[in-house]
């Protein structure tokens, strides 16, 4: 990412540490096994979370969107399709931050404001794309890698830690293009869940959703 870009969108990576909370953040749904199973284990343990989701997913999907929102979390965009935003011409970017979005409120009727760009890239003139279009960008600074071949609910849980108040953890409820198959298999996340809202709750965090 061009060093600038992140001022330039307002980007923000963790929350304010005026509350002690953490919010957890799922990336590339939704996922038609996947993103189910996460909002169980949401649901039953009444968490809110933020969901970044593929457009053209999406509208594979819409029944898990209108979920998503109906059970309060909340709805970013991660883009219409996943593209790598460092082949794109400015052009084709502006189009892909814009059809994302519309996607999205075309399913649940309200507007989205929150957007995470894939793999965490973009450059300056996209930055300032994003925020001319009223977009907040968020990244993270937490990340268990479970988007790694090989990743175990061990390693997933292991790589979230201990937190600190502020922190915003990526996750994958779904991978969209992955490198290796097996990482399409979300098991591992879905099973380290219920220990990471444990840890959480035992630290004495709140779990939010980001704004
Ligand atoms: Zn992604």
Redesign the pocket.
């Given at each position: 990412m061009n060093r600038y870009a992140p001022r330039v969108a307002a980007v923000s990576r963790s929350l304010a540490p005026r509350d002690p909370a953490v919010a957890l953040t799922f990336?590339?749904g939704p996922d038609v096994t996947f993103t189910p199973a996460v909002l169980d284990i949401l649901s039953a343990r009444g968490i809110r979370a933020t969901f970044f989701v593929v457009g053209k997913r999406a509208e594979e999907n819409p029944d898990i969107v209108r979920r998503i929102v109906a059970e309060g979390h909340a709805l970013g965009s991660?883009t219409a399709s996943?593209p790598d935003l460092w082949e794109l011409s400015l052009p084709a970017a502006i189009a892909e931050f814009r059809r994302g979005r519309r996607m999205l409120e075309a399913i649940t009727g309200q507007p989205v404001r929150l957007f995470r760009p894939?793999?965490g890239w973009m450059n300056l003139e996209q930055a300032a794309g994003l925020r001319a279009f009223g977009f907040r960008t968020w990244l993270w600074n937490v990340d268990p890698e479970d988007w790694a071949p090989g990743a175990t609910s061990e390693s997933v849980l292991q790589g979230v830690g201990q937190l600190q108040s502020g922190d915003v953890v990526l996750l994958h409820d779904a991978i969209?293009l992955p490198i290796d198959p097996s990482t399409a298999n979300r098991g591992a996340t879905v099973a380290a869940l219920p220990a990471i809202i444990d840890q959480v709750q035992a630290q004495g965090f709140e779990l939010v959703t980001l704004s």
């Open positions: 990336d590339d991660h996943h894939p793999k969209e």
